[in-house]
């Protein structure tokens, strides 16, 4: 009897109290999408076997409160695997299309704040299996004592895959065996990429000249088929050559038109020409005619390496390379130096002077100077020397040295670069050599530029001017401190002027910047410097810049606003304002600033402190409202109701700082849809103050499958309400059914109930509902809506439009139940189970529906237990029966296409329970009985909730009782100690047990 009065007692209040649940991160991996295989291997790894270009869904089932932050991250991929480089903020990864690069282990890091973060990975594998490439390779050996020479060829087949593949060789359409051919071998080389198997014919004979194929399998993994590879071997079979039309360099000038023939001069069977190129692809002008390569028209940016390559897949493929160059220049510069071995920086007679003159250009060695003085060429003589490449100078660099200069060495210089016989325009620079005409530059900073103060975001002006000097050299500007760069993001920043312009100035461009003389347009001397520093000016930057502040409103508050930097230092002024109302003043030069509040004094406080570049502020909200409450998202699964397909919902919570504030006396609960309020109350705690970590729940019932609310909670103090936090619960079926108190699935949640696709049917079954139900849909077949004759309700069905064909099955499999037999006081017995379900099968193409019982053994057993074919009426129907299995089973749905597409099957709401099935009016009676003689008192609560509750103690107690005598992980459980009057109680009491247990 103690089962009978530990259900009897079972009372739950609406609202419970229990142990702290502060707790942190707990996390387990499960997988959705289309996994051809979950297993775990030697080392307990778990291992998620996914095909190349389906679907990877996993999701982080995540425990703990204040709920976990979950983080997934990804190692051992492909070092090109982007995603190793990110991490998704999602309780779901889901990535479509996956791709062989991106499986790996995936770490799902689920973190709350408390304790140690929980991680858990999973191992993903993809399998893919490419076509395989078969390459030929020939070898002659000459014999020199005989008349004649050996050939020998090797068939070279490579594949990637993974699993890796077995290879299968045949010659026409006949498997070739090493063993029964003495004159081929097989085998696989060394040091290759891929996998590899080689077929070597020795000493080729008559009849090896034939057609090949390479066939590779994975044995059919994730239904992967095999795949093959041709080639047809004959005694003129001989590898690619090829020609071009060009040299190996082509230098053209911009604006021509460039045109590559790639002539194939041998080859057997006949080889396929492509083109690419490197650096990058071909440019999109680029055409391609049959051989040819065009490029119209071609700039700077075609210029690269364009590669012809032959393929026949005998031996090499044959490659050929064009360097194409597009002649460009730009940017002429010239230099000055003075005698360098008499340490000078000004022109004088009797010393030596160069001038240096240097053009970018592509290419670079084929650029042409030319010197002219007063308008006539340079010629190499004792006093002027031509220099074609200058040593000490930048590659590409021409100079002309003056030796020991004379008065009528004083002129004009020209310096002129061009390409010879190209249409690229010629640049020429000029200089002035004089005694007068030349001489250092000087560089200055104007008075107060030294410093420049600028408000952020304002403009700032560095000006680093070339006061003397001729001729005038560009200024070039830097930062002094090393590794930062200037505001450009560059290095060296160029000016002409020495005037460096900088706009929205931040302060991290606070510091000492650098101007130099640049050593090219001028004297190469020397490098003459200037510094300028560079202050931001920012208003003050506070701590905090917003607190929320919550108090008993009888305590006194003080409020601290601290100054962690100024720029200027020197703060102004400092005031306190409640309200936007000014109440008082603060010492300004303090770096902690303090205001003392008296009881009740909420409101909306500032403290606003200056300097001269602006004012920063500190704002507090200080008031008695409490915190939010803090939802509890480890709430079991929704309760199920039969009567009237509804559902009750345990909401939990708990109260964050509890006790900061006034003591909270209730909540007020509201229950929205669509905008609209359903239900809405207050529920009183009765002069119970909660705790911190303490769980507090109520029961919210009366709501429809399979319909998502959201639901509204805000605290009560005795002078005020806290603010609404809202959230959606919804109804979803348990992914780890079944269990005793499980029931009914009604396909609702995406995981159906842990029921899964036979992969070894020909289709699919469909979840679908009326919301998703195909406008154009076949008329006169399959249900408007589910079961309940919701539009949002879901339910499983095959559809039977094209493109399927009579016969064809579907097959839709249930999780699978561990039982063993059970001895009782009469001995052995099996365990019944209840098979119950909704079945619709309307339309005059309507095929078969068939219910198995499969019982795992080796091979799985299957066995029809229901069928039904043909149409049957235009609503739901139920149908239920008993099973008894000999051990661990699946029930296997089977939908049979019939005749046309009017053949749409569909089923809802499936049941398994342990016990035989129930007459409907018996399990009314029963029902109504046993409920209502565990219903406790009335406490003026609603009676729905009370039911809820109860249902849900109820269904714990049998849980616990269930799993401890039906668990198939032990041996045959057995009532010893009874006598014999006693057993017959005892099973008596065995029976009316299980009787309540199954109501629930």
């Not at 290419?363 to 308008?375: A, H, L, M, R």
């Not at 009017?902 to 016990?915: F, P």
């Not at 406790?936 to 799993?963: H, R, W």
Request: some cysteine.
């Amino acid at each position: 009897m103690e089962l009978f009065w530990i259900l009897f007692f079972i009372s739950v209040q609406p609202l419970v109290r229990g142990q702290g649940v502060y707790a942190p991160a707990n996390a387990q991996i499960a997988h959705s999408g289309a996994a051809c295989n979950v297993k775990d291997d030697n080392i307990s790894e778990r291992i998620y076997t996914i095909r190349e270009g389906d679907t990877l869904e996993l999701r982080c089932i995540v425990k703990g409160h204040p709920r976990p932050q979950v983080r997934w991250t990804k190692t051992a991929g492909s070092a090109s695997d982007k995603f190793q480089e990110t991490s998704i903020y999602n309780e779901t990864l889901r990535i479509d299309g996956i791709q062989r690069v991106q499986g790996g282990r995936y770490y799902c890091k689920a973190d709350n704040g408390v304790g140690v973060a929980a991680i858990k990975s999973i191992r993903v594998d993809v399998q893919y299996l490419d076509v395989p490439v078969l390459t030929v390779h020939q070898t002659i050996g000459d014999i020199r004592a005989g008349f004649y020479h050996e050939k020998t060829v090797f068939l070279r087949c490579t594949v990637n895959s993974n699993p890796p593949a077995r290879f299968i060789w045949k010659r026409g359409n006949r498997t070739i065996e090493q063993s029964k051919d003495n004159g081929v071998d097989i085998y696989e080389p060394l040091y290759t990429q891929g996998e590899t198997k080689v077929l070597k014919l020795k000493n080729l004979r008559q009849k090896d000249f034939a057609a090949y194929t390479c066939q590779v399998s994975v044995r059919n993994v994730c239904n992967i088929e095999d795949k093959s590879v041709r080639f047809i071997l004959t005694n003129a079979t001989s590898p690619p050559m090829i020609r071009l039309s060009v040299n190996d360099t082509v230098v053209v000038d911009p604006g021509q038109d460039v045109v590559i023939t790639c002539e194939v001069t041998a080859g057997y069977p006949s080889p396929n020409v492509t083109w690419s190129r490197y650096p990058g692809p071909l440019p999109l002008s680029a055409q391609v005619k049959g051989m040819t390569l065009i490029l119209r028209a071609v700039t700077p940016g075609d210029a690269g390496f364009y590669n012809c390559s032959a393929v026949n897949n005998v031996g090499n493929p044959a490659r050929k390379n064009v360097n194409l160059v597009v002649r460009t220049m730009k940017n002429l510069t010239f230099q000055i130096t003075p005698d360098s071995n008499k340490d000078s920086e000004t022109i004088q007679m009797g010393r030596d002077l160069k001038l240096s003159c240097h053009v970018d250009a592509t290419p670079q060695d084929k650029v042409n100077y030319t010197w002219y003085k007063n308008g006539a060429p340079v010629f190499n003589t004792d006093s002027l020397i031509l220099l074609r490449s200058d040593p000490d100078m930048a590659p590409g660099t021409s100079s002309l040295e003056i030796v020991d200069m004379k008065f009528r060495d004083l002129a004009a210089y020209s310096c002129v670069a061009n390409f010879p016989g190209s249409r690229v325009p010629e640049l020429r620079v000029d200089i002035n050599i004089s005694q007068n005409g030349v001489y250092p530059p000087v560089l200055s900073v104007p008075p107060r530029g030294q410093t420049v103060n600028v408000r952020e975001g304002g403009i700032a002006d560095l000006v680093c001017l070339v006061v003397d000097g001729k001729p005038r050299p560009p200024v070039l500007w830097s930062r002094t401190e090393k590794d930062l760069l200037m505001p450009s993001g560059k290095t060296v920043e160029e000016t002409p002027d020495g005037r460096l312009s900088l706009r929205n100035v931040s302060r991290d461009m606070m510091g000492l910047y650098r101007c130099q003389t640049a050593p090219y347009n001028g004297l190469n001397i020397k490098r003459r410097e200037a510094l300028v520093q560079l202050n931001v000016q920012y208003p003050p930057i506070l701590d905090p810049v917003f607190q929320d502040v919550r108090t008993r409103s009888t305590l006194e508050v003080i409020l601290r606003c601290t100054v962690m930097r100024s720029s200027p230092p020197l703060t102004t002024d400092a005031r306190w304002f409640r309200n936007g109302k000014f109440i008082q003043m603060s010492m300004p030069d303090l770096k902690e600033h303090t205001l003392k509040l008296g009881p009740t004094s909420n409101g909306t406080y500032e403290c606003r402190v200056s300097n001269s570049a602006g004012t920063s502020t500190c704002r507090f909200n200080v008031s008695a409202k409490p915190y939010n409450a803090e939802f509890y998202f480890d709430t079991p699964n929704p309760v199920r109701i039969l009567k009237g397909n509804n559902y009750s919902y345990n909401l939990q919570w708990t109260q964050r700082e509890p006790q900061a504030t006034d003591k909270i006396i209730g909540y007020w609960l509201s229950v929205q849809k669509n905008g609209k309020i359903l239900q809405s109350k207050q529920i009183d705690l009765r002069g119970i103050e909660p705790e911190k970590g303490v769980l507090l729940s109520n029961t919210i019932s009366d709501l429809k499958i399979p319909l998502t609310y959201e639901v509204r909670l805000a605290p009560i103090t005795t002078f005020t309400a806290g603010d609404y936090v809202s959230r959606i619960i919804q109804y979803s079926e348990p992914y780890t059914y079944p269990r005793s108190s499980d029931h009914v699935c009604g396909f609702e949640d995406e995981r159906i109930c842990g029921f899964s696709q036979d992969r070894s049917d020909v289709f699919d079954w469909t979840r679908s509902n009326y919301l998703m139900q195909n406008p154009k849909r076949s008329a006169n077949t399959g249900p408007e809506t589910d079961r309940s004759g919701t539009m949002e309700g879901y339910y499983m069905y095959i559809e039977a439009s094209r493109p399927r064909s009579m016969g064809d099955k579907a097959r839709l499999l249930s999780p699978l139940f561990n039982v063993s037999s059970v001895k009782g006081p009469k001995g052995s017995r099996r365990v019944p189970y209840c098979v119950s379900f909704y079945y619709h099968m309307k339309g005059k193409h309507i095929g078969t529906l068939n219910v198995l019982l499969r019982v795992s053994s080796t091979p799985p057993v299957d066995s029809v237990v229901w069928t039904k074919s043909g149409h049957q009426d235009t609503d739901w129907k139920k149908a239920a029966f008993d099973i008894s299995p000999s051990g661990p089973f699946q029930i296997v749905f089977e939908g049979i296409r019939g005749q046309g597409f009017e053949g749409d099957i569909a089923i809802d709401d499936v049941s398994i329970t342990i016990g035989k099935c129930k007459q409907e009016n018996t399990v009314a009676n029963a029902g109504g009985s046993v409920k209502n003689s565990l219903k406790p008192a009335s406490t003026g609560d609603d009676d729905s909730n009370m039911d809820s509750d109860t249902d849900i103690a109820t269904e714990k107690v049998c849980d616990e009782a269930l799993l401890r005598l039906f668990n198939s992980d032990t041996e045959e459980k057995d009532f010893n100690g009874f006598s014999a009057q006693e057993e017959d109680e005892s099973e008596l009491l065995f029976l009316v047990g299980w009787q309540v247990c199954f109501i629930y």
